[in-house]
């Protein structure tokens, strides 16, 4: 067998590219077969859509619903708590691209970590990873919904609720190849939306409005520090979540394997390019930041002002219309598809219930799991839609437990990698998944405080269900073990 410290990369394009431990498959069902698994979902994916569907997933007009707290944490400095969270997630975009090659299965972090370093870890990750991808849609619900009732207070928030999840579940059941479609036309429209403020937004600062053209928003000598920075990035990481959520489609890609790390990465570095770009003319728009930074943005209206303050009261309503729109249909669309995988995945192990790995018969998606999301979601948002911390309260368990599921992504890289295989690629497989590491944990640990205490919460009970399943015999069914 040849030595994976010398031999060179293994041609992933190819079935059955590589060669002795850790050799890849490729994206069709042949490869996906040699780790024990019958391929169930449709390949119908091409990159444009793993592309697509990322982009769709992080919302590229994002910071608009998140703008003002951002910009208070942040000390007004929002286009650098953007800048450093994108530099973060690059570097856990890379982990994920080497864990997607060597593992072209669905289930994320959770089939990466199991697979790449023990499968206690994988549940744990799985476990950590699911108050993102199970609570974001009823997240995304909430927020739109809310947004929607202060535009038409006639129709109450639960109205809103229940509307976005049934017309979001009903795209979901006619299949993957539909839900792609959807997604590209509301990209379209959200990238008109985000031209038409920055064309409005450059033109009125040059023309006198705001405070003109500075460098406030990347870094201002009066109000930095590097924990009032990070403090902010912890909250604006909200706005990537999602490039990693292609990573759940593995399955479902008709290309080579290296096209899921392609897309999450090219997702990434649009998306992020976008968010510092808006804020940065946004944060120029704000017309009393002393304010802003003092008391907060209790109404979640900074950013529509600041339009306001560029264009008049239309483009005011246009952002927040585009954002109840973005963030209630098109990025939770995505959210309750990818949510759906992951929890097909883990029940495939036996992780989860059983009925949650039905997939349907003709359309191929994981049906069961794809109708479960959407009662959560609904209970979940209703629920919160009655606390006035609700969205507050949902923002802070979503960030911590995607980063604390980050965590375990590099770890896995490094040990799967560097520890299993013997790997040469100091720089992919040991120093970008350590500082990816480093600098995820310097955000967990500036995190506001109900975050930690929450995220400890659902960490300790993850733990316990983990034992209950062992003492069970709820083993996972981890095929073709002895390939790896």
């Known amino acids: 067998m040849s030595d994976p410290r010398t031999t060179p990369s293994p041609d992933l394009t ?78 856990t975009a890379a982990s994920y691209s080497q ?80 839900t792609a479609r959807v997604n590209k036309i509301m990209l379209i429209g959200e990238l008109i939306v985000l031209a038409i403020f920055l064309v409005v937004g450059v033109v009125a600062l040059a023309t006198g409005a705001g405070r003109g053209f500075d460098f ?31 990573s759940t489609l ?33 944060a120029l728009l704000v017309p009393d930041p002393d304010t802003l930074i003092a008391e907060g943005d209790a109404a979640g209206t ?14 005011g309503t246009l952002t927040a219309v585009a954002t109840a729109i973005a963030w209630g249909f098109a990025n939770s669309l995505v959210a309750q598809a990818a949510t759906s995988r992951l929890l097909f995945a883990m029940a495939r192990d036996r992780q989860l219930p059983a009925f949650l790995k039905q997939v349907h018969p003709t359309r191929r998606v994981p049906v069961n799991a794809t109708l479960l999301v959407a009662v959560i979601s609904l209970v979940l948002g209703l629920y919160m839609a009655s606390r006035e911390d609700g969205i507050t309260l949902l923002s802070t368990l979503v ?39 480093a600098i995820l944990a310097y955000v967990v640990y500036n995190a506001q405080v109900a975050a930690q205490e929450l995220g400890f919460v659902w960490l300790v009970a993850g733990l316990v269900l983990m034992g209950v399943l062992i003492a069970t015999g709820r083993k996972p069914e981890i095929r073709a073990e002895e390939d790896l």
């Open 399 to 437: 960030n911590f437990g995607a980063l604390s599921a980050f965590l375990l992504l590099h770890v896995s890289v490094v040990w799967h990698y560097v520890g299993r295989l013997r790997s040469r690629n100091y720089w992919l497989h040991l120093a970008v998944p350590v500082i990816g590491f």
């Open 250 to 282: 593995a399955e479902e890609n008709r290309d080579s394997a290296r096209s899921i790390g392609k897309a999450m990465i090219a997702a990434l570095a649009l998306a992020g390019t976008l968010f510092i770009v808006q804020t940065w003319v946004a």
């Open 99 to 178: 864990m997607s090659r060597a593992f072209p299965m669905a289930g994320s972090v959770y089939t990466y970590a199991g697979r790449g370093i023990a499968q206690p870890v994988g549940f744990m990750a799985g476990w950590m990873i699911l108050l993102d991808y199970v609570l974001v849609p009823g997240l995304l619900y909430l927020i739109a919904a809310v947004a929607m009732n202060s535009i038409w207070a006639s129709v109450p928030v639960w109205v809103w609720l229940v509307a976005f999840v049934v017309l979001n579940t009903v795209v979901n059941y006619f299949g993957i190849e539909f």
């Open 14 to 91: 190819k079935p059955g590219g590589g060669t002795g431990a850790g050799a890849v498959p490729a994206a069709g069902a042949a490869g996906l077969e040699e780790f024990g698994y019958r391929q169930e979902l449709k390949r119908s994916l091409t990159f444009t859509d793993l592309l697509v569907y990322g982009l769709v997933f992080m919302v590229p007009i994002a910071p608009f619903g998140i703008f003002g707290s951002v910009f208070q944490g942040s000390g007004g400095m929002i286009a650098l708590a953007y800048a450093i969270g994108g530099l973060a997630m690059a570097f």
């Open 302 to 315: 900074a950013f529509y002002d600041a339009a306001e303050v560029a264009g008049g009261a239309w483009l």
């Open 216 to 246: 406030t928003p990347v870094y201002n000598s009066d109000t930095f520090s590097l924990e009032l920075v990070f403090g902010a990035v912890s909250i604006a990481v909200l706005s990537f979540l999602g490039f990693d959520g292609i």
